[in-house]
């Protein structure tokens, strides 16, 4: 993966969220939203240094839950990991932005899942078979990270919860009971908590 300053990363103009109906927190209606954001009319690498900042552009990112029966995988985000001002927050969600490279610069959908697969495989090794399903979108503007980024939510469903991390920034990893997030709610970072209440059935 390239560093921050010279990544090109997969973006969708803002105004089309809002066409499609701007949301807070979490939809399961992604397909809706993903049919019509990733087309290559709409799809654009742009420098990641220029729109950390800008609500101009939303920046995908796949975010996969990695389920076990019960269970799910879980960590605690370090200084390796890209977003510093996640640091220090536990987190369910395995991912991260759709690099131009990793993408071989293609737009549409197919481009897409290419980058989502090379990133998990690059932070995670799956030791388990298991499928993996669209569960959502996350949209979070209450906060700095979230107005520039639209979270892809994924959950992959293991056989077996085998999962070892690859990276150091991926710290504390381990998989943990879903009954007992909700009492550790308030540890983990914004769209790890939006799928606490709303895709795990925590409420």
């Not at 998989?175 to 606490?196: G, K, N, Q």
Request: hydrophobic share 40%; with cysteine; net charge negative.
């Amino acid at each position: 993966m390239s560093s921050t300053s010279s990544e090109r990363v997969l973006v969708v103009p803002a105004s089309e969220l809002d066409r499609l109906g701007r949301f807070q927190g979490f939809r399961a209606d992604a397909e809706r939203y993903l049919s019509a954001l990733l087309t290559p009319e709409l799809m654009a690498y742009r420098p990641r240094s220029e729109v950390e900042d800008d609500p101009n552009w939303k920046q995908l990112i796949p975010y996969v839950v990695l389920r076990a029966g019960a269970a799910v995988f879980s960590y605690t985000r370090g200084k390796s990991q890209g977003e510093s001002r996640l640091h220090r927050l536990r987190s369910l969600g395995v991912g991260g932005h759709v690099d131009e490279a990793d993408a071989e610069g293609g737009c549409g959908r197919a481009a897409y899942d290419t980058a989502m697969a090379r990133e998990l495989a690059e932070e995670v090794d799956v030791q388990s078979r298991g499928v993996m399903t669209l569960a959502g979108l996350i949209n979070d503007d209450s906060t700095p990270v979230g107005s520039v980024h639209l979270g892809v939510v994924h959950v992959f469903e293991l056989d077996a919860p085998r999962v070892v991390p690859r990276e150091e920034g991926l710290a504390d990893s381990r998989f943990v009971p879903i009954a007992e997030l909700p009492t550790a709610r308030d540890e983990f970072e914004t769209w790890s908590r939006f799928c606490i209440d709303e895709l795990l059935g925590s409420r």
